[in-house]
């Protein structure tokens, strides 16, 4: 999986977050992320609260990538 963009937006209709899979009204930041994986373009969001955990991962880089909903156990603990 190839990344093309990352970055910080004002989401401008709701969308839920792929790490925890709350949802979030439109006016919320958000982070987008922009990939491609063997051909097919794909975007996912995610929220303050999961980048904020995913700073605490040691090691982890945003190719890395998690699945939908991962982060959610781990947040709550």
Wanted: hydrophobic share 30%; net charge negative.
């Amino acid at each position: 999986m190839d990344q093309l963009s990352l970055k910080t937006v004002k989401i401008r209709k709701p969308h839920k977050c792929w790490g925890c899979t709350k949802e979030f009204s439109i006016g919320t930041e958000m982070i987008k992320s922009v990939s491609v994986d063997q051909g097919e373009f794909s975007s996912v969001y995610w929220c303050k609260e999961c980048n904020d955990f995913l700073k605490t991962v040691e090691g982890w880089q945003t190719e890395d990538g998690f699945a939908y909903g991962e982060l959610k156990e781990l947040i709550d603990g």
